[in-house]
């Protein structure tokens, strides 16, 4: 069943992590076609592995500090941010570029800005698992 394979891809991951993270795990499968994800540069509260299974993506990173002018809460490095009026165009030389094609699996932490990119008419299909170890941060 696919609950048993995802058992058995997380669970090296959660021993290397020393059990089950005490943020979670959310699993989602994502099939998409764009240039650049409509979600636009955001970061997520959970650190993300990615892994493709058909085609291939890019994901654009930058460091929280980056774009930190851009929030105000003092915490924001903890929490789900978007930035809508960010054009990621205005910043894609500065961003790491991180490139997975199909049987390949790329990894950013909670505190990275981020946004996909890919070839507009190429679909790609891939897993995202996340791992909720922010909230161990202090």
């Given at each position: 069943?696919?609950?048993?394979?995802?058992?058995?891809?997380?669970?090296?991951?959660?021993?290397?992590?020393?059990?089950?993270?005490?943020?979670?795990?959310?699993?989602?499968?994502?099939?998409?076609?764009?240039?650049?994800s409509?979600?636009?540069?955001?970061?997520?509260?959970?650190?993300?592995?990615?892994?493709?299974?058909?085609g291939?993506?890019?994901?654009?990173?930058?460091?929280?500090?980056?774009?930190?002018?851009?929030v105000?809460h003092?915490?924001?490095e903890?929490?789900?941010?978007?930035?809508p009026?960010v054009?990621?165009?205005?910043?894609?030389?500065?961003?790491?570029s991180?490139?997975?094609?199909?049987?390949?699996?790329?990894?950013?932490?909670a505190?990275?800005?981020?946004?996909?990119?890919?070839?507009?008419?190429?679909?790609?299909?891939?897993?995202?698992?996340?791992?909720?170890?922010?909230?161990d941060?202090?």
């Amino acid at each position: 069943t696919v609950t048993e394979q995802l058992r058995r891809y997380l669970l090296p991951i959660n021993e290397a992590l020393g059990g089950t993270p005490s943020g979670g795990t959310d699993v989602h499968l994502m099939v998409a076609r764009y240039g650049t994800s409509p979600y636009g540069i955001h970061k997520d509260t959970n650190s993300v592995l990615t892994t493709v299974y058909f085609g291939q993506k890019t994901i654009l990173v930058w460091p929280y500090e980056h774009f930190s002018g851009e929030v105000e809460h003092k915490s924001g490095e903890r929490l789900h941010i978007k930035l809508p009026l960010v054009k990621v165009s205005e910043h894609r030389a500065t961003a790491h570029s991180l490139h997975a094609t199909a049987g390949s699996t790329i990894y950013f932490p909670a505190s990275a800005w981020h946004v996909g990119s890919a070839e507009a008419d190429d679909v790609h299909v891939s897993l995202h698992v996340t791992f909720g170890t922010h909230i161990d941060r202090t």
